[in-house]
Nanobody
């Protein structure tokens, strides 16, 4: 079983930045693809970004390309989401997720992920 704990959310003005972290338990973190998703009030959970096990392949939802950067530090069992030039539309609860299939490609599909964190709130004021 893998436990994921997100941190780094908060309130920020439009145009500002936040860095989210997701710390994972377990010995096989370096073999998992990881993803970030978000859910705004009244909306479906949506894909934000994903990274493969090595960190060499990354994927982004179109609206965050050029503004968000996903990265990972396998030595620290942590995945990050650097969010720059934030917009009010980025306001949501952000979740990290892990795919327990070892060494699989990262996916934008929520159903591919097996473990989820509890989420961290990001609020962007205009």
């Amino acid at each position: 079983q893998v436990q994921l704990v997100e941190s780094g959310g908060g309130l920020v003005q439009a145009g500002g930045s936040l860095r989210l972290s997701c710390a994972a338990s377990g010995r096989t973190f370096s073999a998992y693809a990881m993803g970030w998703f978000r859910q705004a009030p009244g909306k479906e959970r949506e894909f934000v970004a994903a990274i493969n096990y090595s960190g060499y392949s990354t994927y982004y939802e179109d609206s965050v390309k050029g503004r968000f950067t996903i990265s990972r530090d396998n030595a620290k069992n942590t995945v990050y989401l650097q969010m720059d030039t934030l917009k009010p539309d980025d306001t949501a609860v952000y979740y990290c997720a892990a795919d327990r299939n070892l060494y699989w490609a990262a996916s934008a599909v929520a159903g591919q992920y097996d473990y989820w964190g509890q989420g961290t709130q990001v609020t962007v004021s205009s």
